[in-house]
C-alpha cells in the first residue's frame, strides 16, 4: 500500500515534471522565434530602406534626364529607363507623361497616363506622390519641371514584393507585408508580429513581419522521447532511493524487534530452566550412576594381580561414553539457556523436534504424558535460525504439556513433522481441552493469558519468529478433541538435497 502510493506521487511528480519541460520548450522556442522575427525584420528594414532611397535617386537623375532638353528626349530616357529596370527587377516600369498634350499622353508605355496626370496635378512643386496599384504595385509619380513649368511626369511602377524580397532566410512560418500608409487609413498590425515604418520622407511604407508559428509550439517527437526517457529515468532513481529508504528504516525496525524478542526468547528459555532441572537432574544420574559402577568395578580388577587388560579397557570405555552422555545433556542445557547471536541455518525439522522432546521427555515423563515425535518419512529442512525455532517448538510443546495436565483420560502431546505442498509442517497436536472461544480469537495476542502464573507472551513471540523465518503458525481444534498449533515453513530442498547435504 505504502509503496503504491509512493509509486503513485512520483508518476504524478513525473508527469508534471514533464508538462513543465514541454513548457518550457514552448516558452523558448517562442522567445526564440520572437528574437528571430525581430531580427529578420531589423535586416529588412535596412535593406528597404535602401531600396526605397535608390528609387529617389533614379527619380531624380531621370528628371534631370527629362529637362535636359525641350521637347523631352524621348528615346535616351527610353534607354536610361530600360537599363535600370534591367538592373533594378523590382521597378517594373518606368514612365514619362506629358501632361501639355490633353488627354495626358504616355511617352513610354509603361503607366496609366490618366492616373499619373491626377497624381501630378496633386504633387505641389516637385513633390512626389506615391500612390497603390492593384496587384502588390506601387506608383510613384515627380513632377519634371521645365522652364518653371511641369510640362511633363515620371513615373515609376515598383513591384512591392520585389521590393521587400531578400535572400536572407526568414525564420519557419514567417511572412513579409509591405504596405504604403495613406493618410487617414489604418494599417493593420497584427499582435505580436515585428512591425515598422520605413524613413522616406517620399514613400511612407509600412513593413510588417508576421508568423504562422503557434503560440503554444508543440515541443517535436525527438525532444519529446528524451524528456520522457530522461524523466522516467529520474523517477526510478527516485523510487529506487526511497524503496532503499524504507528497506534499511523497515530491517532497522526489524532488527528491534528481533532483538527484543531475543531478549524475550532468552528470558522464557532461563525461566524455563527451573521447570525443566528436575527433570535434567533425572537424566544426568543415569550416567553418573554408570561412571560410578564402571570406576568401582575397574577398581576392584585392579586390586586383582593378574586384571584382565580387555575387560579393564572396556571398564574406561564405558566410563568414556557416559561421561560424553552427561556431558551431552549438560551442553544441551547450555546451549538451551545461551544467549547466542541470531544466525539462519539449515535445521532439520524432525531433529529439532527431538531435540525438544528431549528438553522436555523428564517433565512429561512425570505427569505421565505420552511425548514423541512422528514423522511422515520426508525429514524436511527450512531455513531458520535453529534455537530459536527450537523455542517455538518448546513453548507449543509445553502448551500442550500444561493442557493435558491432570486430565483424567490418556494425555498425550504428538509433534507431527512431515510435509504438505511445498511447505515443512510441525503440528503439536495435544488430546487436552482444545481451544476455548475466546482463545481462539485471541490466542495471539500478547500477554492474553487463561493461567493463573502465565505471562501471555508465549505464543505472540511465537508468531514473531515464525514469520521471520517467512513461516506461518495457526491453531485449531483438531475434529477428534484437543489443539492443534502448526508451524508452515518454506521447504529448503528436496529429498536428493538433503542427502546430498547430509
Ligand atoms: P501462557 O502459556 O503464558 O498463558 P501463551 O501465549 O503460550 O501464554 O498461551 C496463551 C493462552 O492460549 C493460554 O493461556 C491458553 O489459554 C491458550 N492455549 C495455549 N496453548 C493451548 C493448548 N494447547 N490448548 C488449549 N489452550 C491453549
Redesign the pocket.
Known amino acids: 500500500m505504502q509503496r503504491r502510493s509512493r509509486r503513485a506521487a512520483i508518476l504524478v511528480a513525473g508527469l508534471v515534471a514533464f508538462g513543465l519541460a514541454c513548457a518550457a520548450y514552448s516558452l523558448n522556442r517562442r522567445s526564440n522565434d520572437a528574437a528571430a522575427l525581430e531580427e529578420a525584420g531589423r535586416t529588412l528594414h535596412r535593406l528597404i530602406s535602401q531600396r526605397v532611397d535608390q528609387h529617389d535617386a533614379h527619380l531624380t537623375s531621370l528628371s534631370a534626364l527629362v529637362q535636359a532638353a525641350e521637347p523631352a528626349p524621348v528615346a535616351t530616357v527610353e534607354q536610361v529607363a530600360a537599363s535600370i529596370v534591367r538592373f533594378y527587377p523590382r521597378i517594373v516600369g518606368i514612365d514619362v507623361v506629358d501632361l501639355g498634350l490633353s488627354p495626358p499622353r504616355s511617352l513610354l508605355d509603361a503607366a496609366d497616363p490618366a492616373i499619373v496626370a491626377e497624381e501630378a496635378r496633386q504633387a505641389v512643386g516637385s513633390n512626389l506622390r506615391t500612390r497603390a496599384l492593384d496587384g502588390d504595385k506601387l506608383l510613384l509619380v515627380k513632377r519634371a519641371l521645365t522652364d518653371g513649368v511641369g510640362h511633363y511626369a515620371l513615373a515609376l511602377v515598383i513591384d512591392m514584393n520585389r521590393l521587400s524580397a531578400s535572400d536572407m532566410p526568414l525564420p519557419e512560418g514567417a511572412q513579409v507585408q509591405l504596405q504604403l500608409i495613406e493618410q487617414g487609413r489604418a494599417v493593420n498590425e497584427p499582435a505580436g508580429a515585428f512591425s515598422a515604418d520605413i524613413a522616406s520622407r517620399t514613400q511612407p511604407l509600412r513593413l510588417t513581419l508576421t508568423t504562422s508559428a503557434p503560440n503554444w509550439p508543440l515541443p517535436p517527437l525527438g525532444f519529446l522521447a528524451l524528456a520522457g526517457l530522461v524523466i522516467a529515468l529520474a523517477a526510478l532513481l527516485v523510487d529506487r532511493l526511497l524503496a532503499a529508504r524504507s528497506a534499511a528504516q523497515e530491517a532497522a525496525r526489524k532488527a528491534v524487534l528481533a532483538e527484543q524478542d531475543a531478549r524475550l526468547a532468552h528470558a522464557g528459555r532461563v525461566n524455563a530452566m527451573g521447570e525443566l532441572a528436575s527433570g535434567i537432574a533425572h537424566e544426568l544420574t543415569q550416567p553418573l550412576t554408570a561412571i560410578l559402577g564402571q570406576a568401582q568395578a575397574g577398581r576392584r580388577l585392579l586390586a586383582q594381580p593378574d586384571a584382565d587388560q580387555a575387560v579393564l579397557a572396556g571398564a574406561f570405555e564405558a566410563i568414556a561414553r557416559n561421561a560424553r552422555r552427561a556431558g551431552d545433556i549438560l551442553g544441551r542445557l547450555r546451549a538451551w539457556i545461551s544467549k547466542s547471536e541470531p544466525a539462519i541455518e539449515t535445521v532439520d525439522l524432525t531433529e529439532l523436534a527431538g531435540e525438544v522432546v528431549h528438553l522436555l521427555a523428564a517433565t512429561a515423563q512425570s505427569a505421565g504424558t505420552t511425548l514423541r515425535v512422528v514423522g511422515d518419512g520426508s525429514r524436511p529442512l527450512v531455513r531458520a535460525d535453529r534455537v530459536q525455532l527450537e523455542q517455538v517448538v518448546f513453548?507449543?510443546a509445553?502448551?500442550?504439556l500444561?493442557?493435558v495436565e491432570g486430565r483424567d483420560a490418556e494425555r498425550s502431546v504428538i509433534i507431527e513433522v512431515g510435509t504438505q505442498g511445498g511447505d515443512a509442517v510441525l503440528a503439536?497436536r495435544?488430546s487436552?481441552?482444545?481451544?476455548?472461544p475466546e482463545?481462539q480469537v485471541r490466542?495471539?495476542e500478547p500477554f492474553?493469558?487463561?493461567?493463573p502464573a502465565?505471562?501471555?507472551?508465549?505464543?505472540?513471540?511465537?508468531v514473531r519468529l515464525v514469520e521471520r523465518f517467512d513461516g506461518t503458525l495457526a491453531?485449531e481444534n483438531a475434529p477428534g478433541g484437543?489443539?492443534v498449533?502448526s508451524v508452515r515453513l518454506p521447504r529448503i530442498a528436496d529429498q536428493s538435497q538433503r542427502e546430498a547435504a547430509e
Open positions: 513453548n507449543l509445553r502448551n500442550g500444561e493442557a503439536v495435544d487436552g481441552p482444545g481451544l476455548s482463545a490466542l495471539f492474553f493469558t487463561t493461567k502465565g505471562l501471555g507472551l508465549g505464543l505472540a513471540l511465537c491453531a484437543g489443539a498449533f
